[in-house]
């Protein structure tokens, strides 16, 4: 849905563009002038989130919480496992009262498990909002006065999410705001990037800085 706001604002913009092009065939000349100072800027919100001190805290964390959630799910799960073991090994040999008790209890095992596993992933999901919002914020405000600083009226974000096209196909370098965005954040761009491109050389999956560039061929 957000991906589509996006899009559909996008979409508006340009029309608008058409429109003022078009208008201005017959504007004057200081009108004219105007209309050409609009700037569009963009970056990319993940990369600077990713540069960001708290990254690496709310990576712990949120793996932290992950994996007492996976060792969690193998104890019930073995639990699940060997109790329907010991269920088929003496099925024969019990009493239909018995058996239909094994049976409610390895049902009801079960059903804790699905909603162990679904409470869960709300959870960590829950916990990861919690710890990026008020980054994400943060980096909103820094956005906010690179636009205001260097007079962008509007600022696109690159990435439109995960396994997604940009939203930006193709766009100059130069309005890349990126560089500006951590600056305001007290992070070295340069630094930024090489650590990033060694995460990525290293198998990480830390993104690296953006460029204005066409969508990868399937």
């Known amino acids: 849905m957000k991906k589509h706001i996006v899009m559909a604002f996008a979409a508006a913009l340009l029309v ?7 208008q201005a065939q017959t504007a004057t000349p200081a009108t004219t002038a105007a209309a050409g100072a609009l700037k569009l ?25 992950r994996t007492q959630t996976e060792n969690e799910l193998k104890r019930m799960q073995k639990e699940l496992e060997e109790k329907y073991g010991a269920y088929e090994k003496g099925a024969a040999q019990m009493s239909d009262v018995i058996r239909k008790d094994r049976e409610t209890e390895l049902q009801g095992l079960q059903s804790r498990i699905q909603e162990f596993s679904q409470t869960a992933q709300t959870s960590l999901q829950t916990k990861y909002q919690q710890l990026v919002n008020p980054v994400v914020q943060k980096i909103q405000k820094a956005i906010d006065a690179v636009a205001k600083e260097e007079n962008y009226q509007y600022v696109f974000n690159l990435d439109a999410g995960a396994n997604t096209i940009p939203i930006l196909l193709v766009a100059p370098e130069e309005n890349n705001i990126t560089d500006s965005v951590l600056k305001k954040l007290g992070i070295d761009p340069a630094k930024a990037a090489a650590a ?17 560039t066409t969508p990868p061929k399937k």
């Open 16 to 22: 608008g563009g058409l429109n003022a092009q078009a």
């Open 196 to 212: 990033a491109k060694a995460a990525s050389t290293g198998g990480s999956t830390t993104a690296t800085k953006p460029a204005a």
């Open 41 to 65: 800027g963009y970056t990319n919100i993940d990369y600077v989130l990713s540069q960001t001190p708290e990254a690496k805290d709310i990576q712990n964390q949120l793996t932290i919480q």
